[in-house]
């Protein structure tokens, strides 16, 4: 049972364009999600979070939106460069006060120069 | 400041051998997490303790995989004996308090190929 789905495996554009990156929840329980980036050889950092009182988390460049109704968010990157190639995961904090992650698939992204 | 240390990176087994893992998490944290990521897919979590309890194992395939944290600090995840669908990366993570919300720094993995 995926509770977390990442429904695009791959995401192509051009660099100065902008990138968008989608999630879809299942559990109207969660009220914290997370974006975490992953390059090659390297473990998940940390991104741009957002809270389910909140509709819209912006910091610099990553912008995230989230459509409670439609148990829905996304990640927008505007404008794109080639250093965020890298493969973004969606996470939901899926149990009480635990901290306990729920991750998406993830989604590669590349940015052509 | 030193992020989370984990060895070895890769690791190559054959079918029904044992093999352990390492994960040194960042100074001060109290909370340490294993993940299992196979291809394709994010990251499960398998085990998390705080300190040296455990706060959720629920993900954690007892029969075969086991992990401890001794003294609160650095931890190992060991699995024995091995299946073919444990090739897998192995996260390590630590955070500095237990309650969502607390960032998650992640380890580099350990990439177990299980042949």
């Known amino acids: 049972d995926q509770q977390v789905k990442q429904n695009s495996p791959s995401l192509s554009v051009q660099e100065g364009r902008i990138s968008i990156l989608n999630c879809d929840y299942t559990n109207s329980m969660f009220d914290y999600f997370l974006w975490y980036k992953k390059y090659p050889a390297e473990g998940p950092t940390f991104l741009i979070s957002?809270?389910?009182?909140?509709d819209k988390n912006e910091d610099g460049r990553f912008t995230v939106f989230l459509n409670k109704s439609a148990k829905h968010l996304s990640l927008h990157i505007v404008p794109s460069q080639p250093g965020d190639s890298a493969v973004y995961f969606c996470?939901?904090?899926?149990?009480?006060?635990?901290?306990?992650?729920?991750f998406g698939q993830g989604t590669t992204l590349q940015v052509k120069p | 400041e030193a992020g989370v240390a984990q060895s070895p990176r890769y690791k190559i087994i054959e079918k029904r051998q044992s093999v352990a893992f390492w994960c040194n998490p960042i100074?001060?944290?109290?909370?340490l997490y294993w993940y299992q990521q196979i291809l394709g897919q994010g990251p499960k979590l398998l085990i998390q303790?705080?300190?040296?309890?455990?706060?959720?194992d629920s993900q954690l395939p007892k029969d075969r995989f086991s992990a401890e944290r001794l003294k609160g600090v650095d931890s190992t995840l060991k699995i024995q004996p091995a299946k073919l669908e444990d090739s897998a990366v192995y996260l390590c993570?630590?955070?500095?308090?237990?309650?969502?919300?607390?960032?998650?720094?992640f380890g580099p993995g350990t990439r177990l190929t299980v042949l």
């Open positions: 993570a630590s955070s500095l308090g237990v309650l969502k919300r607390s960032e998650q720094f």
């Open positions: 957002i809270s389910s009182i909140k």
């Open positions: 100074s001060g944290h109290a909370t």
């Open positions: 303790f705080q300190n040296n309890g455990v706060v959720d």
């Open positions: 996470a939901a904090d899926g149990s009480g006060n635990t901290g306990k992650l729920i």
